[in-house]
């Protein structure tokens, strides 16, 4: 994918079978590369609640447009 502005998308999954997904743009590390980046807790980057046990995050990186995607699975 050659894109200057890199999405995350994501879906996490609690034990007790709620969803939360987010969408969000990647930083670009530097004016001169390729590579984006992101980091974040789970708990407050999805707003999930203390008191909920997360499950699982399925994820994929995509354009602005959703239109071209790359994913793990």
């Known amino acids: 994918m ?3 502005e890199i999405y995350y998308n994501a879906t996490a999954y609690t034990t007790d079978g ?3 997904t987010k969408k969000v743009r990647m930083t ?3 004016e001169f590369g390729k590579t984006h ?4 807790w789970a708990e407050s980057f999805f ?3 203390r008191s909920k046990t ?3 995050i399925e994820y994929y990186f ?3 447009d959703g239109s ?4 793990l699975y």
């Open 47 to 49: 707003e999930i609640d």
């Open 37 to 40: 980046a992101l980091t974040f």
């Open 68 to 71: 071209k995607f790359v994913d």
């Open 2 to 4: 050659n894109e200057t």
């Open 28 to 30: 670009k590390e530097n």
């Open 18 to 20: 709620l969803t939360y």
């Open 54 to 56: 997360l499950q699982k």
């Open 62 to 64: 995509s354009n602005k």
